[in-house]
């Protein structure tokens, strides 16, 4: 039986291809799996249902229209909560977060609140991007860390666990990021809230197979979201 305590919340639209293999891949790594559909086209959520059915680790959120990537999490980490997950971790389902690395992460709590998977830190890549998305991954985290005073060298990652505490603490109902900015904010959060955060190095490979969710609505809301933050933590908003 799989180990209760963590949760992976993997959030899908339109991962048809990808999901089959990324819940059996998970199998090994001890962890009951979340997902979250938000009504994809595709019939990933039907193929969910059926693979909960076969596999004792998976269970299906089904939601009802696509609202980013933000509200899909928050709707998970709630469920995981409510189910009483202790660690609960999020990741995408396109294996650009590879599921073996999903016990290192677990690893990390042992003696943090939060671990990241980082692929600014020593030890840490990205494979398979060109130069512009290099370019814009990297400075999107360098960005953040500078007008956050972070040290923090990945806040943009989304491979991320949690002890239950960190999203007990955090404020979910403030939390409006659709996008990648919900990266941003969810790190910061626990920052301010006092957590300790640590940076586990992982390899990130660029999605082999289905669309990238990126978009320039997505990158236009962490340019403005990050000040945002920051003008928040400052007058005490936050």
Not at 22 to 28: T, V
Not at 114 to 140: E, M
Not at 149 to 164: A, E, H, V, W
Not at 190 to 214: C, H, Q, T, Y
């Amino acid at each position: 039986m799989p180990d209760l305590r963590a949760t992976v919340c993997l959030p899908t639209y339109n991962e048809h291809e990808n999901l089959e293999p990324m819940l059996r891949a998970l199998g090994g790594a001890g962890v009951r799996v979340l997902v979250v559909d938000d009504n994809s086209p595709d019939g990933t959520g039907r193929l969910a249902d059926r693979l909960a059915q076969e596999l004792d680790y998976v269970d299906v959120l089904h939601r009802s229209r696509k609202e980013g990537l933000g509200p899909a999490y928050i709707a998970g980490f709630r469920q995981a909560l409510a189910d009483g997950a202790e660690l609960i971790l999020e990741m995408d389902c396109d294996f650009s977060h590879d599921p073996k690395d999903v016990p290192r992460l677990i690893a990390a709590t042992d003696d943090a609140d939060l671990a990241l998977g980082s692929r600014y830190v020593k030890g840490g890549q990205v494979a398979d991007w060109g130069p512009t998305r290099r370019a814009i991954s990297a400075g999107g985290s360098f960005y953040a860390r500078v007008l956050l005073s972070s040290q923090i060298r990945d806040l943009t990652g989304g491979f991320k666990c949690y002890r239950r505490k960190v999203l007990e603490k955090i404020d979910l109902d403030a939390i409006d990021s659709k996008g990648y900015a919900f990266q941003i904010e969810t790190t910061y959060r626990a920052l301010r809230a006092g957590f300790r955060v640590v940076e586990v190095p992982i390899r990130f490979a660029d999605r082999e197979v289905g669309g990238s969710k990126m978009s320039g609505a997505i990158v236009a809301e962490a340019i403005w979201k990050v000040p945002a933050l920051r003008i928040a933590a400052l007058t005490g908003k936050l």
